[in-house]
């Protein structure tokens, strides 16, 4: 059963620690882009890179909005509890609606909820950003050219997917090495304003990835 309390916990929370960048390679495109080590270094760089956390990616009250939308498809389902089960909404309550669903159920699922609203200052900003890998096309074993980037672990697969304004629709000229999906990254790239719409979730940001490197606290 999806928690949706943890969900918007996961949400809120994000990832808020700096980002950072590791340094580019030259010569031959390589076939495969590997994973680079933490180098405490590159903060010291003059590089032209923006780190950002995930709430630089939300436009000013979208927090609110993305609050209003979860109250109200909870106060839906609590309304649908009611006339499929022998509760009475006072007695189901919003904040224990999805308790209350039956696995298997077509109420037994969790929309994605958010909007298509961004930051528009960000169209074409190079950027550093720390996230989780969800894999949409394999190119191989642990080979991936495009993926998503979200800001918690398990997110458009174990739990809700985030709103769209949350999720970054990664792209690679090559493919991009990752054994681990359960891990954090920090990816480095060109962002851009489009909208993308996958099975996993729809996405309202893209990167076209330069260099990925472990996440590390």
């Known amino acids: 059963m999806i928690s949706t309390v943890l969900a918007r916990a996961a949400f809120l929370l994000g990832i808020l620690l700096p980002a950072l960048s590791v340094s580019g390679c030259s010569g031959l495109q390589p076939d495969k882009l590997e994973v680079q080590q933490f180098d405490p270094s590159v903060l010291r760089g003059g590089q032209d890179i923006s780190s950002l956390a995930w709430d630089d990616l939300l436009p000013e009250g979208e927090e609110r909005i993305i609050a209003r939308l979860q109250d109200e498809y909870l106060d839906d389902l609590a309304r649908q509890l009611t006339t499929l089960q022998p509760r009475t909404l006072a007695e189901a309550g919003r904040a224990d609606a999805f308790a209350e669903v039956e696995e298997g159920s077509a109420l037994d699922f969790m929309p994605q909820l958010g909007t298509f609203n961004v930051v528009s200052e960000l169209h074409d900003l190079k950027v550093r950003i720390p996230g989780f890998i969800v894999p949409l096309q394999s190119q191989g074993t642990n080979l991936y050219t495009e993926f998503l980037l979200v800001p918690y672990f398990g997110a458009c697969i174990h739990l809700p997917p ?55 606290e």
Do not use: C, W
């Open 162 to 216: 985030p709103p769209p304004n949350q999720i970054i629709y990664v792209m690679s000229d090559v493919a991009v090495h990752v054994e681990d999906t359960g891990r954090a990254y920090f990816l480095e790239g060109l962002l851009q304003t489009d909208k993308m719409e996958t099975e996993l979730g729809n996405t309202a940001y893209t990167l076209k990835l330069d260099n990925i490197m472990f996440y590390v």
